[in-house]
């Protein structure tokens, strides 16, 4: 199994970025725990960031033969008809992460354009978010 985990525009400043809102953790911490959890349930993790919406569609394409996209889109969920295209048009399960609750934040963050394409939504869990997306996926893909 393999798992292709998107991140999108802002997130390589995890870490710095609003600590209270995104915690202290950074990128490459965040790229460990996922490639931990990916280990012990014995799968495969691409882990990318971008802060462009053409690199993270052309990873989508590249990596076509994945069998299932965790993606924090960042800001780009919000407006990104591109990239709701390249995940709907992926085909296979996506899951959609925000590390912070977005529906409690500012109102033009309560929209998602991208989570039409995804199976499921975590809002608020934090880097939790990511690795429940990825045990999730894991049985779900067994079955
Ligand atoms: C985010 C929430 C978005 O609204 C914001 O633009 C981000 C991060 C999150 O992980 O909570 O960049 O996706």
Do not use: W
């Amino acid at each position: 199994m393999k798992v292709l985990v998107l991140n999108g525009p802002n997130l390589a400043s995890l870490g710095r970025r609003e600590p209270m809102i995104y915690g202290k953790g950074t990128l490459a911490e965040l790229s460990d725990a996922v490639s931990d959890r990916a280990k012990a349930l014995g799968c495969d993790v691409i882990f990318f960031q971008s802060n462009h919406e053409g690199a993270l569609i052309d990873e989508i394409e590249k990596e076509r033969d994945a069998d299932a996209v965790i993606v924090n889109p960042g800001a780009l969920g919000h407006t990104s008809y591109a990239l709701y295209d390249a995940l709907r048009g992926f085909a296979k399960p996506v899951i959609e992460v925000h590390i912070s609750q977005v529906f409690a934040r500012e109102e033009f963050r309560h929209r998602s354009v991208t989570a039409a394409a995804a199976h499921a939504v975590i809002s608020g869990l934090g880097f939790s978010g990511y690795l429940l997306a990825l045990d999730y996926l894991a049985k779900m893909l067994k079955k």
